[in-house]
């Protein structure tokens, strides 16, 4: 039994059952034993391996579809550059590195990470030891007086959602209690209406599942409404679809899927992003959203084969295969081609950002 799992527990026993969304939370966030605060998630020896860490191309390509949305809104003399959840800073230093000859682009460019764990802001700094970033814990503070070039590469995923099962008198949440002998366990709440998903009652048959991500609609909110009046973009690239539709609450440690109750703080927790709710929160926020994008057509656009090739003249043997390697993975539709899907947000008389329909 991990200590999450120990203080969990208690608390449970203290005031009842809790919610997927505040056990995901204290798994993922806990200030002491949260897995962001104690784990090196990413990598070949951590627990998941994300698009920039797998390629350098990746970050490339992002960092020139944003700078010509820069341009194409007539290249400001001073932006927010942001990025959601950085990691370890890879993908904003292959940003900043691919674009460095765009002119004007780095002097008009004020940095902001939207971080919350110390731990992965000094990796961030130690990434990016020339550019001197502004760390944010929430998107509510980022700048609201410059347009904002955000991007969010599995953010959205691993915000924490809540799961609702049908039921003919309404709706029961899943909750996390303990079982007879003191473990970790879903439970289901008593049934009730509930108004925010009446508008699921005529797809859902009795059993099925709906997430919601309370979280995640009020991060694009905050940020359509920065871009509808202030100009800017947002590309946010996840794995996921366009309905909630089912169960996807997973956990993941050491590159396999493990029970998510097992060892509260020592597995990363995801769900699939409602692409579609984020979409909606966009639109009501005054803001234009692209239509959803496999990731292998958007970066085909954008011309990773040809950024490929070129960088496979003079590799050979193991290299070379490495390299094939990576395109593959970051396009093919029976990898990460297919499952994971790019969304934009642009003001509503501007053009969607490169690689993205309107």
Not at 58 to 83: H, K, N, T, Y
Not at 94 to 102: A, F, G, K, N, P
Not at 196 to 223: F, K, M, W
Request: charge should be negative; proline fraction near 7%; charged fraction near 20%.
């Amino acid at each position: 039994m991990t200590e999450l799992s120990k203080i969990l527990r208690r608390q449970i026993e203290a005031t009842g059952p809790i919610t997927l969304a505040d056990y995901m939370s204290a798994c993922l966030l806990h200030p002491k034993h949260g897995y962001y605060t104690t784990q090196d998630a990413l990598g070949v020896d951590g627990d998941f391996t994300t698009a920039p860490e797998i390629s350098q191309m990746f970050g490339e390509l992002i960092g020139l579809c944003v700078a010509q949305s820069w341009m194409d809104q007539g290249a400001p003399d001073r932006f927010a550059l942001v990025e959601l959840g950085p990691g370890r800073g890879t993908l904003i230093a292959d940003i900043l590195r691919s674009t460095v000859q765009v002119t004007g682009f780095h002097a008009a460019v004020d940095l902001h990470l939207v971080e919350a764990s110390a731990r992965m802001r000094s990796l961030q700094a130690a990434a990016l030891p020339a550019y001197h970033p502004t760390w944010h814990d929430t998107v509510e503070t980022l700048p609201e007086d410059i347009p904002i070039f955000v991007m969010a590469n599995e953010f959205f995923d691993a915000l924490p959602i809540r799961q609702f099962q049908r039921d003919p008198k309404g709706w029961r949440e899943i909750m996390v209690g303990l079982s007879e002998t003191g473990v970790l366990q879903r439970g289901l709440s008593d049934a009730a209406p509930i108004e925010a998903l009446n508008s699921r009652l005529d797809d859902t048959p009795p059993g099925a599942l709906v997430e919601t991500c309370a979280h995640g609609t009020a991060v694009v909110d905050a940020l359509a409404r920065r871009i509808a009046t202030q100009g800017g973009m947002a590309l946010f690239i996840d794995y996921g679809g366009w309905h909630s539709d089912g169960d996807t609450f997973q956990a993941v440690r050491a590159h396999r899927p493990v029970d998510p109750f097992a060892e509260p703080g020592q597995a990363d927790l995801t769900a699939h992003v409602d692409f579609e709710a984020l979409a909606r929160a966009a639109l009501i926020a005054g803001c234009a959203a692209s239509q959803l994008t496999n990731q292998g057509v958007f970066l085909e656009r954008l011309g990773i084969t040809p950024r490929a090739q070129s960088l496979a003249k003079g590799l050979t043997g193991e290299p070379l295969a490495a390299h094939v390697a990576a395109h593959r993975r970051l396009t093919h539709p029976d990898e990460m081609g297919s499952l994971f899907k790019v969304l934009g947000l642009y003001p509503v008389n501007e053009s969607p950002p490169p690689g993205l329909d309107p």
